[in-house]
């Protein structure tokens, strides 16, 4: 008999994590001592369960000025070296315990250089927290490799510079490059040049598209910029009718296997679904798009991958082959080499559903 699906053996199973951001993932209480080291006075607790709990009460909100509120504070405080790496050495060992094994995380260096850190530094001081956590979660025998997507801002003026960033670390643990931050106004074909320069350097990049706005965001991305990956992608399903009849965008997106990074909870609290059960991605599951699934911010969400997982088997009857369905949509999408990729399904992915589906 398959195990039974609960969230204990959705923790166990082999996840992948492709959409996940440094900055929206800290652990309340390390964002309380990490203000009360450089003197940061704006949180609204100091209490870990309140401030948890005001973090996820902005994002639901309804409110964007609330919502980017939540950065405001998460950024304040990473703004060291120290700082830096422990985020990120905490944000890998929480990965590690949620059960995944391979995961993209994405942050913009150029928002960590308040305290006169240098775009290196901040890249350096990500790196090297990635590797602690990666070492201190094969202490307890959990296996995970991260890879770092460096991310520039939209509405700036510095993707070339920081596309240039992402190359030059390549051979260090930068995996790609991704461009975040509002759509409306602030289209991917401003920054034609970070991604042509991308390509002539056989670099991975996805885009934020198709979330607050609409399909031509996400046409540009494809189109115009020859984006690899769709960040959420969401508003894809425009493109479909009500009988499942895809329209020419939809069809091609499909077609060509493009990967949609997609954030059931992250997405509601956007509304770019109204809720998980009339999420998108129940069906385009069921149309064979290249759907995976992520977590977006798992502070302001209050959620981890095992979460997320669990909230799609309850909304749509989602099974163990479904999980492994994402999973290694996941992981045949990632942005380090095929044969790493490869060697991750065929070895831990799996033998480990293989286990949960007998």
Known sequence: MPTPLDDSAIRRAPKVLLHDHLDGGLRPATVIDMAAQIGYLALPSSDPVELAAWFREAADSGSLERYLETFAHTVAVMQTTAGLTRVAREAAEDLADDGVVYAEIRWAPEQHTDSGLSLQQVVEAVLAGFREGEQAAAQRGQQLRIGAIVTAMRHAARSREIAELAVAYRDDGVVGFDIAGAEAGFPPTRHLDAFEYLRRENFHFTIHAGEAFGLPS?????????????????????????????????????????????????????????????????????????????????????????????????AFGHGWGDLQWFTINAMKSAFIPFDDRLAIINNQIKPAYAQLLA
């Not at 949609?260 to 956007?270: A, D, F, I, K």
């Not at 502070?299 to 799609?312: A, F």
């Open 218 to 314: 996400i046409w540009e991305a494809i189109q115009w910029c020859g984006t690899d990956r769709l960040g959420h992608g969401v508003r894809i399903v425009d493109d479909i009718t009500a009988g499942g009849a895809l329209g020419r965008l939809a069809a091609y997106v499909r077609d060509k296997r493009i990967p949609l990074e997609m954030c059931p909870s992250s997405n509601v609290q956007t509304g770019a679904a109204e809720s998980i059960a009339e999420h998108p991605i129940g069906l385009l599951r069921k149309l064979h798009f290249r759907v995976t699934v992520n977590t977006d911010n798992r502070l302001m969400s209050g959620t981890s991958m095992t979460r997320e997982m669990g909230l799609l088997t309850e």
